[in-house]
């Protein structure tokens, strides 16, 4: 039997390219997972650089910190929310940063994880990623009105289906609670007719997606992440996002361009609220994987990357 240990494969990796700086530098891998960016960015770090591993779950930032071990950089490890990130830096005494990478979505250790992250696996619905997230995904699906999970499964999924499932899941809570993955999937499968399940992902990936969003407030914390990690990028500084669906990519562009274009004053009159532009955004179109790395790697299919600049504004 071979002893291969099978990591995370990670999406995008070129664009770890955009954090390569001829300068010792620090770098944050917001989301290192078992570390598949963090070694690419190792690698191409100048000898004494420090490279910054943050994950919500401590046993992966382990397996980070052993897999850039062979690198000459300073390795620190933070356990945490990057909802936080500036703040966790901070803490450390970190007050300026070189690059900042965000590989957000689920890692192939959730996917098999007992979190009911992925309905390929019959698991209890809790999709907690953490202690911030107060309740599960079970809690959720028990105790929200069939507006409010209706607006979940169509702001945060854009599922079309989005009422009729809330009905579904309200109606059969009232015989029995919802709690296992294996139970969502199958009335999402009931709810919606066959011809209109989408041709390229199981039809209820979009409300399970839809969920962990709403059970983790990842939505609001990769913006409030944003906007908190970039007035400690130093000029020339870049954030890489990458992101695995509409929502995520639609959060991370109006953050962006929230930053890169803050005057709020009418277009044809001199700006009078002060407020100058942060960044730059060096991709407008988004980086997109490769028809070859979607073939090797199915999770790169919906994988979108953007990159901006911190400038100086004096
Ligand atoms: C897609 S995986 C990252 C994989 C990693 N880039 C690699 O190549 O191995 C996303 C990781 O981000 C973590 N994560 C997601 N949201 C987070 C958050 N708000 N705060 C901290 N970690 C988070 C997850 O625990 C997971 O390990």
């Given at each position: ?251 991370v562009k109006v953050v962006l361009r929230e930053l890169e274009s803050p005057c709020t ?50």
């Amino acid at each position: 039997m071979s002893t291969e240990t099978i990591y995370h494969n990670p999406v995008l990796i070129e664009t770890c390219d955009y954090l390569r700086f001829p300068h010792i530098s620090t770098v944050v891998d917001a989301t290192a997972g078992e570390g598949g960016h963090s070694v690419r960015l190792a690698q191409d770090m100048q000898p004494g650089s420090t490279l910054v591993l943050v994950d919500a779950v401590p046993e992966r930032l382990e397996i980070a910190r052993r897999r850039v071990s062979d690198y000459p950089v300073q390795c620190i490890l933070i356990t945490g929310n990057f909802r936080r990130l500036a703040e966790l830096l901070k803490e450390r005494g970190i007050e300026q940063v070189d690059g900042v990478l965000y590989d957000q979505g689920l890692s192939s250790a959730d996917l098999v994880s007992d979190r009911g992250f992925s309905f390929q696996r019959d698991a209890p619905l809790d999709m907690r990623r953490d202690e911030t997230a107060s309740r599960s995904a079970a809690d959720l699906l028990r105790e929200l009105s069939q507006a409010e999970l209706a607006r979940i499964f169509r702001d945060l999924g854009d599922e079309k289906w989005a009422v009729p499932i809330a009905r579904a899941i309200v109606r059969t809570r009232k015989l029995h609670p919802i709690t296992r993955t294996s139970e969502l999937k199958a009335l999402v499968e009931r709810v919606v007719p066959r011809h209109a399940w989408p041709p390229d992902v199981h039809v209820a990936t979009r409300v399970m997606m839809a969920l962990r969003y709403a059970v983790n407030d990842d939505i609001n914390a990769i913006k409030e992440s944003i906007r908190g990690i970039v007035p400690l990028l130093r000029p020339g500084a870049r954030v890489v996002v990458l992101s695995y669906s509409s929502t995520e990519d639609r959060a991370v562009k109006v953050v962006l361009r929230e930053l890169e274009s803050p005057c709020t004053c009418p277009k044809k009159l001199p700006c009078v609220c002060g407020r100058k532009p942060l960044i730059r955004v060096l991709t407008r179109r988004g980086i997109r994987p490769t028809p070859e790395e979607v073939e090797r790697n199915h999770r790169a299919r919906s994988a979108v990357a953007r990159v901006a600049e911190r400038i100086t504004n004096a």
